[in-house]
């Protein structure tokens, strides 16, 4: 009997809905133990069933990476907000159209001039904004250290310019480099410890800063403690991805994401399968490249998702794939995998693959199908 | 007074009408001059304004990489496609149903499976396909040898079938490994010999082949001579990037794709200056990283698209680009490049880049801005 998947065109995003809440529920019930919130980071699916699944299992508000993800949630009835890149003085408007709507949509700064340009825009409107300071945990990207004098600059600008500081956030984006659970954990308290000190900073100033928020999924899910930290961001853990993998914090059987595509085509003396899943459809992310195994443009599995030894997608045009099994599977490559026969490839990095794809096929335990619709663009 | 971009949100892509227009004429001529037809790859821009003007130049017909662009172009009254990925099967009903409707639509194989299958659909469901057969002229990707046996098979097994044989094409994707114009006019006139040969041999054997379908924009811009070829094939013409600027087809003032973004902080102990144009904006694309200059993920430049020597866009995050100046400048960074403030980005591949975006925003000579709708998805 054909299962369900059977009737979709290729390539498809397939998401596995038990993966999926399992993963849901093992981030969750973790920081329920260590006592904080989550506050899923939904850049990963950009998909409504997934963010309510998330907050069904119990997660506080919801992370974006841009203003069309906020105006998305908010209007389907997530209030509470945290647009988690520095804002450009340029997208306030839009900010504030979103707050005045009633979204309780809270701005992200990390320096004088971005606070400055916020107050500025705010008393102009008449607008209290909810604010984050950004710190920087690991020198990886973006914020304030935890003890530069910015920063008490920062929280003070926002405190006399009447903005309401929530609080300060970090992300330990450097995590995707480790591989080990030493290495992991120690980053993790070093997240925790740079973040809870700014905001001590911030308060032995006179100014509040109730908040303590930090993530990324490695170190969320390697903290041993999280003293003094209020919420965690994490965004991956949903689908996780063969990044995860390598970087040791999820199984094979947990990763929830993979697309599926079609054989179009054999290259029998080189021991290459020619697929309809290229780049677009896999994203250029090469996020395995530098890690412990390097797994091309993806893991290559059979329709069923168990993993095809010695496949390796070695080479990705736009919309052609090329897996290589060596020349000494040549003569019954033809015959193993033949033309119209189907694969599930796993990605690299889920959101960058995700990103590909208009729409989601959702499949339930039982096989159902669901279509999930997917944001795309700004 | 403010420029017409001022007024876009932040990342955009940004077409230069101009350079795309003359980006346009340039191929078209050159195509007239060597006395073949230009049927444009649309996957570079999936984009209708874009395709028209193609098509307004001389253009015969379009060449698609998916049948979600078919449908589009024929939708929008273009009725010659040509589908150039070997079909799966399982597209065979969808391609069906658009030539039903009325489209010429054309179909590539390179498989003598490929071929029966496409025959026995087509017997049961009464159809004639224009069809295709992919000729490897590289080792590249796809195709048959054009001495292979098998091509004849193929092409026995269409005609016997009742399908109408086009024509045979090849695409010389090995191009974008070169850098200089004796290896491009030797590997186009490779690309043109060996797919002539698989014509001559196909009609060798009573097997009508009346074209002859070449193509990628660096050969395209090479060839010294199409002697037997019909039809050129090209894409990232349209727009160039820095991949082709490497390669060595294009001048810094072809490049007519961008990506608008904006600064949104600073690291000035590093030198860097954070925006918002990450790899959801720019692509994971980092085609140029092994060709004689890597761009990182693309060439910065100020507002109005100079070229801003010294920057390194060398990192990216979702929504987070990294572009390096260098410490030595890292006391006028702040200063030179201010929160707010505006860069534009030329991109590694315009194909990559341009499907991150659901819309273009095209400028034209006079700054006059229009918003052209870009495909996404199959």
């Known amino acids: ?20 809440q399992r993963n849901i529920q093992r981030m969750q019930q973790r920081l329920n133990e260590l ?77 004088v001039a971005g606070a400055e340009a916020i107050v500025a825009f705010a008393q102009q409107q008449d607008e209290r904004f909810d604010m ?34 929530r609080g300060v956030m970090t992300h330990a984006g450097s995590s995707y480099e480790l591989d080990n659970p030493p290495a992991l954990q120690a980053l993790a308290e070093q997240e925790r410890r740079l973040c809870v000190r700014a905001a001590e900073n911030i308060r032995a100033i006179g100014v509040a800063c109730a908040e303590v928020s930090i993530g990324s999924t490695p170190t969320a899910l390697s903290a041993l ?32 994401l ?45 329709e069923a998702g168990d993993w095809i030894e010695g496949a390796q997608f070695s080479g990705a045009n736009q919309e052609h794939g090329i897996i290589s099994l060596g020349t000494a599977q040549h003569e019954t490559l033809v015959t193993r995998f033949p033309i119209g026969s189907r694969l599930r490839i796993l990605p690299n990095h889920a959101c960058a693959t995700g990103a590909q794809f208009p729409d989601y096929h959702a499949v339930a335990a039982d096989g159902t199908l669901h279509t999930w619709s997917r944001l795309h663009g700004w």
């Open 1 to 20: 009997m054909p299962t369900p998947i059977a009737s979709l065109d290729t390539p498809a995003a397939l998401i596995d809905i038990p993966r999926m």
């Open 35 to 111: 006592g904080v919130r989550l506050r899923p980071h939904i850049k990963t699916s950009k998909c409504l069933p997934v963010i309510h699944a998330q907050i069904a299992a119990g997660a506080s508000g919801v992370t974006v990476s841009t203003l069309k993800e906020a105006e998305h949630c908010f209007a389907a009835g997530i209030r509470d907000v945290f647009y988690a890149v520095a804002i450009a003085p340029g997208k306030l408007p839009q900010a504030l159209a979103l707050r005045r709507q009633g979204c309780n949509l809270s701005l992200l700064t990390d320096s």
């Open 132 to 165: 984050w300071i950004e710190i920087d945990c690991d020198g990886h990207r973006s914020g304030l250290a935890a003890d530069a004098p910015a920063l008490l600059e920062v929280a003070q600008s926002l405190s006399n310019g009447g903005m309401h500081l």
């Open 225 to 256: 403690n999280l003293d003094g930290v209020t919420e965690v961001r994490a965004g991956v853990y949903v689908f996780f991805d063969l990044v995860m993998h390598n970087i040791g914090v999820c199984q094979a059987d947990e990763l929830a």
């Open 258 to 302: 993979s697309v599926l595509t079609s054989v179009i085509g054999h290259q029998p003396d080189k021991g290459w399968i020619i697929t309809d899943a290229g780049w677009m459809a896999m994203s250029r992310d090469r996020g395995t490249q530098r890690q412990r195994h390097d797994f091309g443009y993806g893991q290559v599995c059979n």
